[in-house]
């Protein structure tokens, strides 16, 4: 069974940090890219953060970049989210999702490229 879960959320204050996990179970995640998307009460899904399969491409949105890293683990089975300086307008549904690398190839950007599998999501919260 095809399974990804995401861990790592929680509460933290403005300027804090939080690390993210991505598992996979089902399937070896080497072959595919790797990204975090959240939602916010009240907002559509937004694209966060993504990278490529072999780990040598990534891509962040505006809100992030400099703030957040992406990384992966492929003996590991796993994918990553390193976020500092955590803002109280990060706070949402962070989840990870995984797609072919042609994603990169995708009109709009990587993040508005199809993704197939989706784990359930984890909460992080931020006050100020």
């Known amino acids: 069974q095809v399974r990804l879960v995401e861990s790592g959320g929680g509460s933290v204050q403005s300027g804090g940090s939080l690390r993210l996990s991505c598992a996979a179970s089902g399937f070896s995640l080497e072959y595919y890219a790797i990204a975090w998307f959240r939602q916010a009460p009240g907002k559509e899904r937004e694209g966060v953060s993504v990278?490529?399969?072999?780990?040598?491409?990534?891509y962040y949105s505006d809100p992030v970049k400099g703030r957040f890293t992406i990384s992966r683990d492929n003996d590991a089975n796993a994918g990553y989210l390193q976020m500092n300086n955590l803002k109280p307008e990060d706070t949402a549904v962070y989840y990870c999702a995984t797609a072919s690398d042609y994603v990169f190839r995708a009109e709009g950007g990587p993040l508005a490229g199809r993704y197939d599998s989706w784990g359930r999501g984890t909460q992080v919260t931020v006050s100020s």
């Open positions: 990278i490529s399969a072999g780990g040598a491409t990534t």
